[in-house]
Structure formats: C-alpha cells, structure tokens
DNA sequence: AAGTCTCGCAACCGCGACGTT
DNA sequence: CAACGTCGCGGTTGCGAGACT
C-alpha cells in the first residue's frame, strides 16, 4: 500500500462522504479558494490541504462540465498534446470546464488507444512503425487488447518524453498527411478570461505559457480550437 | 450463476516551482 | 542569497463496475 501522503494520523484517506464535500463546498463559497493548507482545519475537515484542493479542483468546482467528451473536445486534445506534451494543465485550460486529471485520465483510457489504432504514437504523434496502422485491423487489435494500456505498461520516463513537446510540434506535417480528417493546424495562445475562468488558472497559466512556450519574441502562437 | 479480467475514474504521492523570511 | 513553507503538476495506484469466460 502507499504510504500516506502526510503524516498526519487523524486525517481520513479515500474516497469523499456528501458531508465531507459539503462541509468543503461551504467553506469555499464563504471563504474563497487558498490556503489549503489551513483549510481543512478552518473547514472542520479530517483531511489533509493537498487532498481537499484536489477535491474541490477535480470536482466540486460549481463551472466543470462532467460528461463524455465532445468530438471537438477530442480534437482540440489531441491537437494541444502533439503540442504541448503531458502538459495536463495547460491542455485543461482551452476546453472549458474541464479539469487536468479528466484530461489526462481521458487521454489515457480513451484518446491514446484512439491514436494507435490510428497508427499513431501518442507520445510523440509520429506515425510509428511500432503501432499498428489504420489498415491493419489485425496487429491494431492486438495493440488494444495487449497491453498497451496504462496499466500494462506505464509510461517509461526517459528523456524522450520530457522533451516530446518539441519533437511533437515538428512532426505535424506527417500528421497531416496521414490524418486528413485531423486538422492539426494549431497554435497557443494565453487563454482567454472568458475561456479560462479562474484567477488561479490566470495566475499561473499566463506566466507559464509565455515562459515555456515562447522562445522568441516573435513567436506569439496563437490557438484556434 | 459465479469467478476472473479489464477498464475508467477518483484519489494519492513525490517533486519541482514559487513566494516569503 | 539561502532556507523554509506552500502550492500545483504530472505520474501512479486502488477500487468499483461492467464485460467476459
């Protein structure tokens, strides 16, 4: 088992109780967002801040859109991953609604097996020889049903992937050729207030956005989603 | 019908970034 | 400027539900 996140004895672990989501909901609402770490304590929760943010962020949050995915939804994923990479937070800010832990966790059950059915690498969006392709419904099955899931086979850290957001965006031409129905015609952009609504998402995405995405000056990329 | 397997979601953990002192 | 505390992100795991045998 984990060993638990802090080290704290009296804190619950686990899934959330109604009470619990509520006692939460209603600080917040009095109280705003923040301080996390005193929040629970103020909130009259047993847990600890770490857990109660994730909580609030991934869902209780009054403007998240629960749900299945849109179509467009789903392009606009792929697109910012070939992007940006595991860059969960910044790929969450351009649907609306969505939270970085749906966006990944849709990535890994749904839209990475998407990809390589398509003959896709999901992690660098290159057409892959190693992947089966689209007109190989034989190896794509097996692809699916073997093991190449998250669970299987857990993403291997290696450099490679931390520098996939690179080694993606150049590989878009290849994406085209391969995917005509895919238009990965993409840019970035700071997200928009009325798209990105939280004063927290604009504290810290701003910043980020422009310090790692924007090697130049000129290089202000713009996003059509 | 019962047991086993697979999948998806919610939650946890470690670590780096950032702010404050 | 170093030390410390807090926050946020990304990777990973556990568990329940549904599918399969």
Sequence with gaps: MRKPCCDKQDTNKGAWSKQEDQKLIDYIRKNGEGCWRTLPQAAGLLRCGKSCRLRWINYLRPDLKRGDFAEDEEDL????????????SLIAGRPPGRTDNEVKNYWNSHLRRKLINMGIDPNNHRLSHNFPRPRDPCTAATATSSGLNNHASPPVKSVGDNDQTSDAGSCLDDNRRA???LNLDVAITIPQPSVDTTEEAKKHNEPKVSRELEPGPSSTLLLFG
Excluded: F
């Design 77 to 88: 994923i792929i697109k910012l991953h070939a992007l940006l990479g595991n860059r969960w």
């Design 179 to 181: 995917l005509p129905d």
